[in-house]
């Protein structure tokens, strides 16, 4: 993502339905909080090497959400996560995109396995992430005071 990035990113992040399952307390975010969001999908890049992507509609050219490779501090594993815009769900971008970072992630980060955490109601990134090849697993991510599914996929190439 880049600073042009910006407006299209605080539109998508102050939608309550986008936000309802990837924001903290489950509410869309202002424009200062969709700054501070973003900022620290950028910073991570600084501190990890890798990180979230803008997706781009390659028709429009036009910023439609984020996906990519994560493992911020407290996290249980290395994570792909994404969350696009609402107008473009159902088309298909999550799962390509989606499944583009986990070949990165499995291909030039070498890791040994990906998950992807998912609020239990997020019924869309649950089906992504099995048309990803992962499974749910048995144990819960507990987040502050969220009890979070993970799915996870081990690395086919290992």
Known sequence: MEPADFDAFAAMMADPE???FITLDQKAQDRMDAWRTMAYAMGHWLMR???MWA???KTSGRFIGR???N???GWPDHEIGWALARDAWGKGYATEAAAAAMEYAF???RWPRAISIIHPDNTRSAAVALRL???KQPEPFLFKTYRLDVYARDNPRR
């Open 18 to 20: 986008v936000a309802r």
């Open 71 to 73: 493992y911020p501090e």
């Open 55 to 57: 997706v781009v509609e």
């Open 49 to 51: 090497g890798f990180g």
């Open 107 to 109: 291909t030039v980060l």
């Open 133 to 135: 090849g992962e499974q």
């Open 67 to 69: 996906v990519g490779p």
